[in-house]
């Protein structure tokens, strides 16, 4: 599968939402990989999928976390994930 093959771009075909369209998480993160990319000389990135992953895979976390006021099961399952493996994440990030 090729990226144009999965969902359109919300808004003008560019990822920037129409005026009517509130812009979704996807492209928030589109955009800021994008963004990223622009920065840097494309040709020197690798492993872009698992440092993508693992910039994100925090503050996902700790977002869920504050929503649930810090109840790790609630969290958990708003993660879709067990509370052991909560735990586990949360472990392997160390301290802030």
């Known amino acids: 599968m090729k990226m144009d093959d ?3 771009p919300v808004g003008d075909g560019a990822g920037t939402p129409s005026p009517k369209q509130p812009l979704l998480l ?7 990989v994008m963004d990223y990319l ?7 990135v690798s492993n872009l999928y698992t440092m993508v992953i693992n910039e994100v895979e925090r503050p996902l976390i700790q977002a869920a976390l504050e929503q649930c006021g ?15 493996t909560l735990r586990k994440k949360m472990a392997s990030f160390g301290p802030q």
């Open 26 to 32: 996807s492209d928030h993160v589109r955009l800021a």
């Open 38 to 44: 622009a920065r840097l000389d494309a040709d020197e």
């Open 6 to 8: 999965m969902e359109p």
């Open 70 to 84: 810090h109840n790790q099961s609630k969290a958990a399952h708003m993660l879709g994930m067990s509370r052991s």
